[in-house]
């Protein structure tokens, strides 16, 4: 029974990274435009948030004695497609709010850093159901999930109006925090 379900795990797997594949080769671009200022500002949040998916939330789940080793790897391989969902459907998401006719998703750091805080909400999830579903399930899960999360982060409004509790997981403008007068 546990083979059948590695079996099936494979190929929803190999799937959902040809889904992927296809989709970064149609709808994806490479951005060219950036400023090194922009770069250096922003590298490190990238880098924070991404060690934070992969090995803070990864060795988190190790606390389970019966999961310790299993919950690593699967945390890698599914925090790995979340960042690749993610980042495509918050482009898909960018795309559909803008007005202008459709373009390519674009490729860059802030695109980058999109998708680990998505990975980072289905990394939270893991966490919550552990040891009660199956790797597969978290598939299915990362897959709803994101599409929520990513139509969440644009369908909120604007930036400039949110609470600072709103707009924690919103890293694009910061807004003025400064005091009316």
Known sequence: MAEEGSRRFGIALALFQLLNLFLYVGCVSYSTVSSQISITSSYG????VHVMVFVGFGFLMTFLAKYGFSAVGIN?????LAIQWG???????????????WTDIHLNLQSL???????AAV????GAVLGRTSPLQMIVILFIELFFYSLNLYVSPSTNTQSELVCIH?????PDWSPVP
Do not use: C, K, Y
Request: hydrophobic residues 50%; charged residues 20%; negative net charge.
């Open 87 to 101: 980042m495509l459907l918050n482009g898909f998401w960018h795309e559909v709010q803008t007005d202008d006719a």
């Open 45 to 48: 949040t990238f880098q924070d």
């Open 170 to 174: 919103d890293i694009r403008d910061p």
């Open 113 to 119: 850093i999109e998708g680990d805080f998505a990975a």
């Open 76 to 80: 890698f391989v599914l925090s790995a």
């Open 123 to 126: 990394a939270i999830t893991f």
